[in-house]
């Protein structure tokens, strides 16, 4: 039976752990009831410090990759307004 519920399943890349670790990537999928991708969203993110080498090596992303990425702020309010407002968030 379905409920017409959507969750959104994101995962998030940073430049370490807190409270010095900064965001670098967000991706996220929105599926419906029933498991069914509907949507996606993906962002590089600027950080305002460097990428320690060992977070280039883990996660793919370099410091040249986020080179024209925009700030946190911006990307996280692109985030929110995507995001369905009565989706179900999975980290």
Do not use: Q, Y
């Given at each position: ?58 996660t ?21 307004s ?7 968030l999975?980290?």
């Amino acid at each position: 039976m379905s409920t017409g519920r959507m969750w959104v399943a994101f995962d998030c890349e940073t430049t370490g752990f807190p409270p010095s670790g900064r965001l670098i990537e967000i991706s996220a999928l929105l599926f419906a009831d029933g498991g069914k991708r509907v949507d996606e969203f993906h962002a590089l993110v600027s950080p305002p410090t460097e990428i320690p080498a060992f977070i280039t090596e883990l996660t793919g992303i370099s410091a040249s990759m986020l080179a024209d990425a925009e700030p946190a702020a911006e990307v996280l309010e692109n985030f929110a307004s995507w995001l369905h407002p009565d989706a179900i968030l999975v980290a």
